[in-house]
């Protein structure tokens, strides 16, 4: 394989930063299955990118304090699966509440949403689960949607305070929440009437 394709493969991921996971399918379309399976394989062999289950690569996040490779992102894990296989997925339950900052609890088990079949992975020491469900579900346009009323369902009504709507509110830009309420008119009476309230302080 030409040396050239490798350094474009690598360039790529350092392009999108520490962190982020990629199967093939990310690069396919450019540089042909032969030549992206080898300078994967290559790539992972000199330690510049880090296998974390079957088909998955990750450019590993480095802990200087701990000085060593820190664990795989999973959010990142996730995404890069539903790429793969083309699905629709959202991050559910205790997924979505670490997303949002709401736990600084890092699930054992993270689960999504999707519109694909459901699947389970180890992940080091982590559980990644995807569960079939309703397209309505996980049909949101935006990313920000998805985990923010997956979040709100996580949480129940009745532990939703100021608090934690003031919490909600810095992790999104202002702008952000025009489009977050067309994207969430569907969703159940007491979830969307949360959204606009943050949403209404935000503006």
Sequence with gaps: MSQSIENKVISRIYGRGRGWAFTKIDFVAEFGEANIHQALSNLTKTGKIRRVCQGVYDYPRFSQLLDRQMSPDLDQVAHALARKFNWRIQPAGDAALNLLGLSTQVPGRWIYLSDGPGRK????????????????????????????????????????????????????????????????????????EIIKRIAKQAN
Excluded at 141 to 158: H, I, M, N, P
Excluded at 179 to 191: E, H, P, Q
């Design 121 to 192: 992975y180890e992940i080091g020491k982590h559980d990644l689960e995807f569960k079939k469900s309703a397209l309505k579900d996980v049909g949101f346009k935006y990313k920000e949607s998805g985990v923010l009323v997956q979040a709100l369902k996580a949480l129940g009504q009745e532990h939703v305070d100021e608090k934690v709507i003031d919490r909600i509110r810095q992790q999104f830009e202002p702008d952000t929440y025009d489009r977050i309420l067309k994207d969430t008119r569907s969703v159940t009476g007491w979830i969307y």
